[in-house]
């Protein structure tokens, strides 16, 4: 059942929905991390139903991949017992593993679900070799490193821990201000608490100066007249540092965004699935296509992008001060759910676009086709010729037939 391809490191990518499960699945992962209901960090994603999981867990399956489930809060007494229903309820359900940072989370869910593993979640603040030591004396099978270690010093975990220990490490995504994400500002602006799940992002407000004798009067801060988003770091991305990854001892290499769309989903797993294959077919390969690999990451949302703390701690330059948008080339049009004997694509849409336009399908094995739109029609059969209203069901005729799962974008207005 497990997919991951030998001597590679697992491609670890995130999904919202089971519709973002299965583009993942479809477009390159080797294991999907979701959340359920409760007891994960984003509170605010659409996570996942019971059934929904079940479902998605089968999807994957089928093909060979693996489904990791978060429940990596930091719990409070009034969570425990809910935790407890909640991992019998996982137990039947069967992922492959649960995402976990709280230590008394660790001992009811080794405790209620002894035969599924355990990996500790980033969370938790896992800085150094002892910290792994610790957590595989307790029955943990991986950890996954703080954002805040070099390339060096996972290293250095890897020469000092058992060989099959596995390290899970971010390579692709949004960075947090706060150390490994244990941020309290959102916590004392809006009383909703980042480490159960209900962070407001603060990071990415802008903000200003109140002299202490001058209350109301609101004082701009400059960066060197840039701007005054003094919390709002740049994406991780390392698609130029596959080499560098595998020689540090990461055996899974995790995209962050649970929150994602399917579009961002899709093209960031389908680049990183061929830049980690190319790579171990050969070093020249990967080399030769990597402004293939620069051009796919941009098509989806990001902030400018840097390398974390990778190779040293962050600097002035790993910050966005002007701005707090993100950067959108491509727009997302849907994902196509069937195609029917005509070669009609059904799918809900996402954004409004035109009979008449020339827009991308994305397909799984790397191909961009730019087609053209040559009909529409609603669900009542009716031919129109845009679709203004968002989730619209539509059936379309393209140019070049479309296959199911494919996704369909459009190059954004500049």
């Not at 991992?87 to 995402?99: H, M, N, T, Y």
């Not at 593993?117 to 030591?133: C, D, G, K, L």
């Amino acid at each position: 059942m497990d997919n991951k391809r030998p001597g590679r490191p697992e491609l670890l990518v995130p999904a919202s929905s089971l519709e973002v499960l299965k583009t993942a699945v479809l477009f390159g992962a080797d294991a999907v991390y979701i959340g359920g209901e409760a007891f994960g960090l984003r509170a605010r994603a659409k996570n996942f139903s019971s059934q929904e999981m079940a479902e998605g867990i089968r999807f994957a399956h089928a093909r060979g991949v693996k489904v990791y489930v978060t429940a990596n809060i930091l719990a409070h007494n009034d969570d425990l017992d809910g935790a407890r229903v909640y991992f019998e309820e996982l137990k039947e359900i069967g992922p492959d593993a649960l995402i976990i940072s709280d230590p008394g989370m660790f001992m009811i869910a080794r405790e209620v679900c002894p035969g599924i593993e355990v990996h500790i979640s980033t969370q938790a603040n896992n800085t150094n070799y002892q910290t792994y030591r610790f957590w595989w004396q307790q029955g943990a099978r991986r950890v996954v490193s703080a954002r805040e270690l070099s390339l060096a010093e996972i290293r250095q975990i890897r020469d000092n821990i058992p060989e099959e220990m596995e390290i899970e490490s971010f390579v692709h995504g949004a960075m947090c201000i706060s150390y490994s994400g244990r941020c309290l500002l959102s916590n004392y602006f809006t009383g909703r608490d980042a480490n159960q799940g209900a962070c407001t992002h603060p990071c990415r407000w802008k903000y200003a100066v109140v002299e202490e004798s001058r209350p109301g009067e609101y004082l701009p801060v400059y960066e060197n007249e840039r701007g005054t988003f003094l919390f709002n770091s740049r994406d991780l991305c390392m698609i130029e540092y596959i080499p560098e990854l595998v020689a540090a001892g990461i055996d899974s290499m995790k995209i962050e965004g649970r929150m994602k769309t399917a579009l961002y989903v899709a093209c960031v797993a389908r680049t990183y699935r061929k830049a980690i294959d190319d790579y171990f077919e050969s070093e020249e390969r990967y080399r030769e296509n990597m402004d293939w690999y620069r051009a796919e990451i941009a098509k989806c949302t990001y902030r400018q992008f840097s390398t974390g703390f990778y190779f040293g701690k962050p600097d002035g330059r790993t910050q966005i001060y002007d701005e707090s948008t993100y950067i959108s080339e491509y727009v997302y049009l849907g994902i196509v759910e069937s195609v029917d004997g005509r070669g009609y694509a059904r799918f809900e849409q996402k954004n409004k676009f035109c009979v008449g336009d020339t827009v991308e399908i994305m397909k799984p094995d790397g191909r961009n086709i730019c087609t053209k739109v040559l009909s529409m029609h609603n669900e009542e059969g009716e031919a129109v010729e845009s679709c203004p209203h968002a989730r619209q069901i539509l059936y379309v005729e393209l140019a070049d037939r479309p296959e199911p799962y494919d996704i369909m974008r459009v190059e954004a207005a500049r």
